[in-house]
């Protein structure tokens, strides 16, 4: 059964628990199965529950006053949070993600045997942010897209169906969340998992909920309908209005898009699609150029400045 071989993972903290409730409200209405799944909320402090989910809230940083809660790092807190799941597979989400269509319950099951089939499995990805670089079709897979082995940020944080020894393999301990998502793109090129997409990227900057259902898709959810500085995106409003959901969005305010990350995407996007015009394999040594020689080149530069500043010549 599922159950035995998934566990949802929220990543929360304990100031965005007003985001809980209206989390679980609308994945309730967008996939009715995540009831019979086991669900952990990595939280601080604070114990979160809802209706008849089944929920667990670790609270690793029960018995810390606030002063050692803001000094113990995110990564330290996820992997003592991530012990709690004991099924091979895990769901990695996060509290402001939202899933915006419902899930097919007979894609899902064939999207798990893709997956079951994956040796070195690492993870796929639920939202369209990734990747930018090309992917590649898979002889025999319906739902995963191969993310190219030297693809910038091949691991990070969105949602995504991880096998969970990977991410706990690849998530170094005593980070912040930003350094961990640099620090675990950087050993995703080393090591040997393998990662997919659940499609294409595409310029198609349409909301998610407000687009056709797709054959060869499972999970819905739009990587520009999140928190932003705090406030709610306005993509927000017409979801939950759809849905019927009441939300005080004075209490957090609402912010937009300026349009300059689409045009960063887009320029990007020419860049990979002309060099993917010109043959694969040129692509891919220019992805290991820029996402894994480079990068080495510069830590081996800074790790040795570090050693003579260590260890100045003596006079």
């Known amino acids: 059964m599922l159950k035995d071989e998934l566990t949802i993972f929220i990543s929360s903290c304990d100031k965005n628990m007003d985001l809980l409730p209206l989390f679980f409200n609308v994945l309730e209405k967008q996939w009715e199965g995540a009831k019979g799944l086991k669900i952990i909320v990595n939280t601080e402090k604070e114990i979160f529950s809802y209706k008849d989910f089944d929920i667990e809230c670790p609270c690793v940083c029960k018995g810390m006053d606030e002063k050692e809660i803001f000094a113990y790092p995110w990564s330290t807190r996820f992997l003592e949070t991530i012990k709690s799941v004991r099924t091979k597979y895990m769901m990695f989400l996060l509290d402001d993600f939202f899933l915006v269509q419902n899930v097919d319950e007979k894609k899902l099951a064939e999207m798990m045997d893709e997956i079951r089939s994956i040796k070195k499995f690492g993870a796929v990805y639920l939202c369209p942010n990734l990747p930018l670089f090309p992917t590649d079709e898979i002889r025999g897979k319906k739902y995963l897209r191969k993310v190219g ?159 003579f500043k260590k260890n100045p010549k003596k006079g």
């Open 149 to 307: 082995d030297y693809s910038d940020y091949k691991a990070q944080l969105i949602p995504a169906i991880w096998e969970t020894t990977a991410i706990t393999d690849l998530i170094k301990r005593g980070q912040g969340i930003w350094a961990a998502e640099i620090s675990m793109r950087d050993r995703s090129y080393i090591k040997k998992y393998k990662f997919f997409s659940q499609e294409e990227f595409c310029h198609d900057y349409t909301p998610e909920f407000q687009k056709p259902l797709k054959e060869n898709k499972v999970f819905y959810f739009d990587f520009k309908m999140q928190i932003v500085k705090g406030k709610w995106s306005k993509r927000f409003i017409p979801f939950f209005d759809m849905l019927g959901i009441r939300v005080d969005y004075s209490k957090r305010g609402l912010i937009d898009y300026d349009g300059t990350e689409k045009e960063r995407v887009e320029s990007t996007m020419a860049l990979m699609s002309d060099l993917y015009k010109k043959g694969r394999k040129k692509l891919d040594r220019y992805q290991w150029r820029h996402n894994y020689f480079i990068p080495m080149l510069s830590k081996i530069k800074w790790k040795i400045k570090g050693w």
